[in-house]
């Protein structure tokens, strides 16, 4: 790998963040124009033969999108399956930690979620020590992956 390559990809990863956090920061309203706009200049450049770059760029911008709006859509649905997450995490240097455990239950709607989540913050809050923090949360199926770490616990 040359030093120039490296280079491209780093600037490359570093704009992306910018960019995906002003996509992410974007109002429900302006995420729709922004979609709307995009999808059109991606279009536009389809009508350059020989030139797939900036199409294939504006392509993946609807990607991100469309993302984002589905995830949206995903966190505003208090319906539908949600997992409760306990996370236990240990510091292995200061300022540093690691995920040691992982405990979720798959539920029947947000609600169900957070009362569960209560329940298993209470069943490990034993855990907790000098360098151990433990987290509780909720998130919407297609938002949340189990770690290698996580042990489910029985479904609602």
């Keep these: 790998m040359t030093y120039e390559a490296k280079e491209a ?18 109002s429900d309203k302006s995420l ?13 450049n389809a009508a350059f033969p ?3 770059s900036m199409t294939a760029l504006y392509g993946g911008f609807v ?20 997992y409760a997450v ?4 240990r510091e292995v240097a200061k300022h540093t930690s690691e995920t040691a455990a992982e405990f979720y239950k798959k539920c029947n709607g947000r609600k169900a979620a957070v009362v569960a989540a ?14 151990v ?3 509780a949360d909720t998130f919407p199926e297609g938002e949340w992956l189990p770690s290698t770490h996580a ?3 029985g479904a609602s």
């Design 118 to 131: 209560r329940a298993l913050l209470a069943e490990h809050a034993t855990k907790y020590d000098v360098g």
């Design 63 to 82: 990607a991100v999108a469309d993302g984002e709006l589905a995830s949206r859509a995903r966190w505003n649905n208090s319906k539908g399956t949600w």
């Design 151 to 153: 042990e489910a616990v």
């Design 86 to 89: 306990v996370t236990i995490f």
């Design 32 to 44: 729709k124009a922004f979609r709307q706009l995009v999808g059109e200049k991606q279009l536009e």
């Design 50 to 52: 020989g030139d797939s």
């Design 133 to 135: 923090t433990i987290e």
């Design 9 to 26: 990809v780093r600037q490359i990863h570093e704009n992306n963040w910018r960019l995906l956090h002003t996509i992410s920061d974007l």
